[in-house]
């Protein structure tokens, strides 16, 4: 079933546990991870950015497909699809009148005034529809739909707030994380981490986590990260099996066995890092 990430975010805060964030490219990609985390019995969030929606035709062709999977798969565990990095109003209302079940915001390249404004203007929208909302703060660098940028850490205050003066449902302040593969270790900024979350009642989210160590994934989820979001990491996963499939098999062309050669590998890291984000697997 479709829903909102409120019950199931606030569970895995309380629970100590991370909920997954699946980035969703093609229906081959959906099915895969809506299946994995089907037989593994979880929730799971698929985000959606806005490259990703255009290239599948839209907001409400993504919608319309993963309902229609929800429903053709027999997914009976809680399933939330989300705009992930919605860069205007427009965009976080097009995706919510489409029936996307939740937005994140980020107007963070902006002035904290402005970060605000936006939110709170998207927050009131969504909310009206039982939509929930995620902002940033602090801007998380890397590269995203081809698009580099660096990286600006949060701080508590500016946190508190954002927090104080929209309403938002859920947080990803910039702590040292980036998009896409890492350039030398990650350096993340645990400190600041445990103690936003300890001041702040709504569950964090760690954006950019493909690369990040096991053991500083644990430490993360202690610090009180209850979403991480995924999406480089199987991208590597499935193209290094395509591409083994293409190297060793000259006479495939059917575009089903092509992109199929890529299910195997991407469900079993999706097994492996749901089980690293889930500590009562």
């Not at 709170?120 to 929208?125: A, L, M, P, R």
């Not at 645990?190 to 760690?206: A, G, K, Q």
């Not at 430490?219 to 979001?229: H, L, R």
Request: aromatic content about 6%.
């Amino acid at each position: 079933m479709l829903e909102n990430f409120n019950e199931m975010l606030n569970k895995a805060k309380k629970g100590h546990y991370a909920v997954p964030q699946f980035n969703i490219n093609n229906l081959e990609w959906t099915k895969y991870i809506l299946e994995a985390c089907r037989d593994l019995n979880v929730p799971v969030i698929l985000g959606v950015s806005e490259g990703a929606a255009k290239y599948m035709g839209g907001y409400n062709v993504v919608s319309a497909m993963v309902k229609e999977l929800v429903k053709s798969l027999n997914v009976t565990t809680p399933v939330c699809i989300h705009l992930d990095h919605g860069t205007s109003y427009e965009s976080c209302q097009k995706a919510i009148d489409a029936g996307f079940t939740s937005v994140m915001i980020d107007a963070s390249r902006h002035e904290l005034a402005e970060n605000i404004r936006i939110t709170k203007e998207v927050v009131e929208y969504a909310h009206s529809k039982g939509v929930s909302v995620e902002a940033e703060v602090g801007h998380i660098g890397g590269t995203e739909d081809n698009i580099t940028s660096t990286s600006t850490n949060a701080t508590l205050e500016d946190c508190q707030v954002l927090y104080e003066n929209t309403g938002i449902d859920s947080l990803a302040p910039a702590l040292g994380s980036v998009h896409g593969f890492y350039k030398g270790e990650p350096n993340l900024d645990f400190e600041t981490m445990e103690i936003i979350n300890n001041n702040l009642p709504i569950p964090l989210v760690l954006h950019g986590g493909t690369g990040i160590p096991e053991d500083k994934i644990a430490k993360a989820i202690s610090c009180g990260i209850s979403k991480i979001n995924i999406n480089t990491d199987l991208q590597a996963v499935w193209s290094n099996a395509v591409r083994n499939k293409l190297e060793n098999d000259k006479e495939v062309y059917d575009p089903r066995k092509v992109i199929g050669s890529g299910e195997e590998a991407m469900k079993t890291r999706i097994k492996e890092l749901v089980t690293l984000f889930n500590t009562r697997l």
